[in-house]
Structure formats: C-alpha cells, structure tokens
C-alpha cells in the first residue's frame, strides 16, 4: 500500500451503515477486527503480524517491529477515511494515540486519559481511597525485605519484563515495584459513556503458565466468562464507577485483579479494548463493539444515532441490553447456529438459559457456555509449516460467531523465535476446570507437533 495525505477528522461524515471501514492498530489485531465484523463494519487493520486469518478478514498493513509503534499513524494513511480503534500496548504511547486521533476519528481513550490512569502511583492513590491495593514502593526507594515485591516496568504491557524485586535495591526509574499478591488472577471488563460505567463480566487469566510456555508473568489467555457473587459483583461496580469518575476512560476497558478472600485487590488497569471482549461475544452471540462506538460522538455523530440492530440510547440501556443476553432473553442475530464440531452452540430464547455450575474452590460460578482461549509460545525456534490441524479454519465456512479452534495463524514458513507467540487456540467446556484441562490437552498436542 502506498502512503497517502494525512487525513483529519473532517475527511470523515461521520455516519455508520453497514460495512463501513473501520481500522484497528496495535501489536495484535485479530480479536478486534473479528469484533469489529461481528458489529457488521469492514475492518483494515495494522499491526505486527498480519496473519492469515486476519487477511481473510480484514485488509492489512504490516508494521515492522523496528518501527512500532511509532510508524502506525503514517501506515495508516493509505487507508479509507473513518475511524481507528487500538489493543494492547498502545496505552503506553500516548504520543502514538495523539497522533493518530489527529488523523482520524478515534474509538478510544485520549492520551490525557492515558498518561494518567497508566500512571502507577496517580493510580495507587486513587485505589487506595477507594479499598485494598497492592502496596507500591516509592520512588527511589530500596525494596523492603518484609512480603515479596515485583519490578514491573512503566510501559509494559502482557505481563512482559516482569520479575521479583531484590530486598533492598532500588528499581530504576523505568519500572516501579509493586506487592507480590497470591490468588487467581482476574479481568474485569467494563463500558463507558460520560454519564455511566457498565460492568460487562469477568474473567479468569492465564498468566505465566509453563504448559504454555509463556514468560512467569506472561500474559497467557482467558477463561470465561464468569458469574461472580453478587458481593464481588457490586465490588466491581464501585471500583469501575469510582475509576470513571477519576480517569474519565470510554468505551470498553478494563481492570485486572487478584482475587484474595473473595476480595477484588486491583493491579492494574487496561483502558482500551482488552483479549477477553470476544470471550464474551461468542459466549452471549451479540457484539459489543457499536456500543463501544456510541461512546465517542465527533461533531458529525451524535452518540445517540450509530448503527445498531437494536436502538441504544447511552450506556444506562446499554446495561440493560447486556443484562438481557447475557440471561439469554433474545438474541442479536438473525438465526442460530448448529452445534456442530466447533460451531457456537444454538442461541434460541429456550436455548440460552444459564445454567449454573458451582466452582467450590473460589464461591465462584459459571454460565454456559464457558469459553477458554490461550496463546501458544514457542518452546523452541520454530519455522511454521506448511499445514497442520489449523487448516480447517482456512476450509470451513466463515462465520464470525463460530467459536474457533485456532487464531492468529502464522503464514507458512513464518520463523518463530523461542518464547514469541505462535498462534491462538480456543476450547469450550461447563466449568473453568473442564475448560483448563482442555486447554492444557490442546498444548501438549501442539508440543508433539512442534517440538
């Protein structure tokens, strides 16, 4: 593609209708773009790996690693007016952000928003008012002996370039250190307008997990979503409405969170859309990305005249809308899908009850169907082959509501460094256990092949 004249907001009318082109930028790409097709727009996308399953859906734009994230806004260029949504990694360069919300429409948080709730001590102050916090060291000082403590980096993103703190030495002032807390990770997700802040769900995260062979504290997939008990449920509503309120974030976002006595200790929060989003699309069978649009009007949008299959007036019907799928009363789309191998399991209004499975361990409990998705990293330098079993992908019908067994498929012949991601896999089960044990099968049938 060649590059093009820079393009402002005003190259844009403003208005949706069916299948208008919307880009997605970032390090990964796919699970957005497949949100943003479950939405009925045409995704372009740009982004570090532009694989084949992104192509089938999407045109694409690949960025090399030498010039990211910095060359995403000018790669962008050559793309058809409208507007641009990120993922992961780009809360970390609001200078990025900025630039392109120059170019075009943007169906994300500002870099204002961004320089402030990523910072880790504007953010500790915040949720230290609000409840329990993992502790943070100050600046320049050492790392106390007493609890373990973690060095994370002040632009990381995944879970990369973490590891346990020294006793007694001080971080550079690149990362800060943060209290070592022990429970389940989880993810809270969260939408956002200028008046409301909805909780979506909740999530389990796979982090650091060696059947995966990710980094220890990597980011390694999901498992959900969850149905929380209604004391951690009304927790969360707090926490989010109280971030709302200090940070101003919009659209969808989230929060990760340790788990410690059935109490939320949040460590983080992920302003933009997060891994987990189709997760819940796929489990619901309705989209959330045209609601994600309401909350950015430009001066040619109102927020109250997007394209939506069913009329949404802000985020307070929003919620209810949502509460509706996710009890299984109506469905967003036209007609169900069989329960195929791999298929979605029919959503009809008898079909979609939620059956309650109790998880003893956590008082957590799950609706069905319980989604898992990992990312596989490589265990060993691997040259990718020519087939495999994720060539059915490639040969099946395209449904953007089929639950896939495989994503974010390299091209053949791609070299994969040890420990870099390789590709994406999902399973389906009634609990978290059943879902994990799936999982962890699926790798260790991806070791036999590649190792």
Known sequence: MGTAAVRTD????????????????????????????????RPWAVDLFADRDLRRIAQVERCSLGVYPAALPSLCDSFPPGPVMYTGGLENAPEVVAALAHRRPLWGNGADVL???????????????????????????????????????????????????????????????????????????????????????VTEQLVGERWLHASPFGYSGNIGPLVIPDQLSASLRRLGGLLAQSFRPLGIWGVDFILCDNTAIPIEVNPRYTAAIELFELSAGCGLLLKHSICFPTETQDRRSTLTHEPVQDIASTERWWDAHMRGRGSSRAAPLSRSAGASPSRTSDDRVWDKTARRDSGIHLGHPTLGKAVYFAPCRIVFPASGPWDEEFTVEFDPWRIPTFADIPDPCTVIETGAPVLTFFTTGSTTTDCRAKLIQQAAELDRLFQ
């Open 10 to 41: 005003d190259s844009w009318s403003g208005g949706l209708t069916q299948g208008t082109p919307v880009g997605v930028v970032g390090a990964s790409t796919r699970a957005a773009a497949m949100s943003l097709v479950r939405a009925g727009l």
């Open 115 to 201: 320089q402030q709730i990523r910072d880790p001590y504007r953010l500790h102050s915040v949720l230290a008012a609000i409840g329990p916090a993992a502790s943070l060291v100050p600046v320049d000082a050492p790392v106390p002996a007493h609890h373990r403590w973690l060095r994370k980096p002040l632009k990381g993103s995944g879970g990369l370039s973490i590891c346990f703190a020294e006793p007694g030495g001080c971080v550079p002032r690149t990362h800060y250190a943060q209290e070592y807390m022990e429970g389940p990770v989880l993810s809270a997700q969260f939408i956002s307008d200028d008046w409301k802040t909805t909780l979506l769900g």
